[in-house]
Structures are given as structure tokens and as C-alpha cells.
């Protein structure tokens, strides 16, 4: 079967994708995965087949806007920031799509892809699925994941729910219409769309362990917790002698990485540094998108290093929670310390410390020396935190997500 994945966001929505497409490509489909040109070697380096979407997300966040948008962080505001500047590149994410599904058998949808790709898998009649990094089907368990982890009680995490789905149909209702008249389909709203999906129990699952984030009492069939998609990593890949020299010659580190937030406050770097320092901790930081480098002799800066090999080496992460790493973190069960800046990061942080495996969540924007020095302290001095991380790592182990898509590809 010819299977085609389409992503959209930064490189934590992507790589998730590589490892799912590596498991369908050897169990005999043929992969290709349509996402933005930064991500080529990613996906051509999994052994899987490369289609360009248009967009630049680095860019983007360098952009006035995107910094606006690190600056609001989560909550209402920066969440209706984030959906204002979403509109903006929607119309070039749908034309992107017009020549996608072409030579494909099944499309698999991302979160940011589905609402444009259901219509493009309607154009060319073949079956869609969604296969969701986030959890954004309305639920009394929990809020939107755009609005942090503070319940409204179940009667309200569903409006709320059922209300932010009613936004995204609109904020993407416009390029949807767009896209329909260029594929020549009818122009049918996209909320009408979503609701057809809905009742025929359109599937979707979403890349999460259940047990992180158990599945829903109230979810309609169809809807599921498939486990964790993890990144393709290049079995031939070795260690900078350097890295693997910092590692052996003291205690076990704590790891510093904002991943794809290239918009990092101008004192990110001096504010961590201090704490590092009052924490009296060795530190390896990843630069990352953010360029994040920081000075010291017990501190070793590093560029991209597969995170199924660093992390179980070190004794806490320090990152913003983003999807990606938050779930890299639980797969090695180390502790977390958590600095959430953006969009569902804040749900995850606080997701981290209910589970035990992280600390209070510190928002990006108030960040201080001494909050995190205290963090920092807290999961390394409190043996607990470890453990919980530990035990949680050793039943995200037993799942197997990926093969839950491979079960459900028509």
C-alpha cells in the first residue's frame, strides 16, 4: 500500500512521523512523508520518500509575530495570538496540498493537516486517518490543550472543547474553501466537513501514552491513544568524543534543550546559566532552534544529538515541554523540569507534574535564576521524582504505537 503521511509545525512535528513511517515501510508499505523543506534530510534519512510543503517554521518564529507570540505564552491570549497568526500561512499550506495524495493508497493526517487533508483524501477517493500528536477531541476529562491543564469540571471541558473545535473550523474554514475550488470539489464549510467526519466515526489516533494521558470515558468510537510514535534514529550514528568524554568524567549531567523554539527570551541564556551555577549542577545545553548557548566549566553546549541516546545518561532535563520531548523525557525516565512557552506546551507541563515525574511548571515569560536553581534542586535532592519517572518509562516500554496505525490502515 502506498501511504502517505502530511505534517505541518516545527522538527517535534515531524520526527514523530519518521519512526511511524520506518515501521509501515517494513512491513512492506511504500512511506512518503509531505512536510516542509527543512525536514528533508530527516525524512529521507529514515529511508522514506520526501514531498515539500511550503512554509518555513524557524523562520517564522523569528518573525515580530512569532516573538509576540513566545512573549504571550499560553492561556487565552496567547492562544487567540496563536490562532490569529495561524490564518496566515493556512492559504500556502492548502496550495501546498493541491499536487499531494496524487500516487497514495491512504493518507495519514496530522493535527495541523487534517482539516485541509480530509478534502484532498475526498478529491482523490481514497480513505484518510487521522494520526494526531495532540488530544484535541472535546472530553470532560480534561480542558483544550491550548488552555493548560486548569479543569473547568467535566460539563466545561467539553463546551470548552466543543468551542475551541468551532474556532479551528474557522480559522481554517477560508483555506479549506480554497483548497476545495482548486481541487474542484463543492464549497462545503469546513465545520459541515467535521461533522460528517464525526458521524462516520472518522479515525483517529492520537500519539500519546495512555498511561500519560488515559483515553477518555467520553470519546466517541474511533477515537483512540495509540502509544508514542518515536523518531527514526540512524543506527550508525556515533558521539562526539567530547560528549561522550563530559559524560564519563563527572556525576550524570542535567540536559538544558528548547528544541525547534528558535524565539528564546535575549536572557535565556544568562538566566539558566545563574541557575546551573546556585543549583551546582553540570549541565549539558543543546542549542537547538534558540542558538541557547551558556558558559562555565562544569557546562558542555552541543548541536543535535538523538535524544533515545543522551537522555537515560543524564539525572534531569530541563526543556518547554513540548510534545516531542516531553515524551523523549518519559521514554529515558528521567525527571523533568519544565518551562513551557507556547501553544499545548503548558498542558504538558502541568500533565508532567501530576504524574509525579516533573516539577511545578516555570512559564517561560517569568522565568527567574533562582525559581529554576530551586526546580532543579527539587527533582535531583527528592529521589521520588526519579523513581515515579522510572516506573512510568517502564510501561510507555510495553506499548507500541506504531503498530496500533499499522492495525488500523484500511
Not at 14 to 35: D, I, K, M, S
Not at 53 to 61: F, I, K, N, Y
Not at 238 to 267: E, I, K, N, W
Not at 277 to 287: F, L, M, N, W
Request: charged letters at 20%; glycine letters at 12%; zero cysteines.
Amino acid at each position: 500500500m502506498r501511504v502517505e503521511i502530511i505534517t505541518a509545525g516545527s522538527r517535534g512535528d515531524v520526527a514523530p512521523y519518521t519512526g511511524l513511517g520506518r515501521t509501515l515501510h517494513a512491513a512492506g508499505h511504500q512511506v512518503t512523508v509531505t512536510t516542509h523543506r527543512n525536514f528533508t534530510g530527516l525524512v529521507t534519512d529514515a529511508g522514506l520518500t520526501f514531498r515539500e510543503l511550503p512554509g518555513d517554521p524557524h523562520a517564522a518564529q523569528l518573525t515580530p509575530g512569532g516573538r509576540r507570540l513566545h512573549r504571550l505564552g499560553g492561556g487565552l491570549r496567547g492562544t487567540a495570538e496563536f490562532v490569529r497568526q495561524g490564518r496566515r500561512y493556512l492559504d500556502d499550506l492548502g496550495a501546498g496540498l493541491v499536487d499531494a495524495g496524487t500516487d497514495a493508497d491512504v493518507l495519514l493526517l496530522a493535527t495541523t493537516t487534517a482539516p485541509l487533508g480530509y478534502s484532498l483524501a475526498q478529491r482523490r477517493g481514497i480513505p484518510s486517518v487521522g494520526v494526531f500528536l495532540q488530544p484535541v477531541a472535546a472530553t470532560g476529562d480534561f480542558p483544550p490543550v491550548l488552555l493548560g491543564d486548569r479543569s473547568f469540571g467535566r460539563a466545561g471541558n467539553r463546551a470548552l472543547g466543543r468551542a475551541a473545535g468551532a474556532v479551528s473550523a474557522r480559522v481554517y474554514d477560508g483555506a479549506s474553501r480554497r483548497l476545495r475550488r482548486r481541487l474542484g470539489l463543492p464549497p462545503v464549510p469546513l465545520a459541515a466537513l467535521l461533522a460528517q467526519a464525526e458521524a462516520e466515526h472518522w479515525p483517529v489516533l492520537v500519539g500519546v501514552s495512555p498511561s500519560v494521558l488515559p483515553r477518555p470515558t467520553d470519546w466517541r468510537r474511533g477515537l483512540e491513544m495509540a502509544g508514542y510514535w518515536w523518531p527514526a534514529t540512524d543506527p550508525h550514528w556515533t558521539a562526539p568524543p567530547q560528549l561522550t568524554a563530559f559524560l564519563r568524567d563527572g556525576p550524570p549531567p542535567v540536559l538544558v534543550t528548547f528544541g525547534s523554539m528558535a524565539a528564546l527570551h535575549p536572557q535565556a541564556g544568562t538566566v539558566i546559566g545563574a541557575a546551573l551555577r546556585r543549583a551546582g549542577v553540570r549541565a549539558i545545553v543543546q542549542a537547538g532552534w534558540g542558538d541557547l548557548r551558556i558558559d562555565g566549566d562544569d557546562v558542555l553546549g552541543i548541536g543535535e544529538v538523538p535524544h533515545d541516546w543522551l537522555l537515560p545518561q543524564v539525572a534531569a532535563v530541563v526543556h518547554h515541554a513540548g510534545a516531542g520531548t516531553t515524551a523523549a523525557g518519559l521514554r529515558a525516565g528521567v525527571p523533568a523540569v519544565t518551562v513551557p512557552l507556547i501553544a499545548d506546551q503548558p498542558f504538558w507541563a502541568a500533565r508532567l507534574a501530576r504524574l509525579g515525574v516533573g516539577a511545578a511548571p516555570l512559564p517561560g515569560r517569568r522565568l527567574t535564576a533562582g525559581a529554576l536553581a530551586a526546580a532543579v534542586r527539587t527533582v535531583l535532592d527528592q529521589p521520588e521524582y526519579a523513581e515515579r519517572a522510572r516506573r512510568l518509562a517502564e510501561r510507555i516500554a510495553a506499548e507500541d504505537g506504531s503498530a496500533r496505525v499499522l492495525a488500523a490502515l484500511p
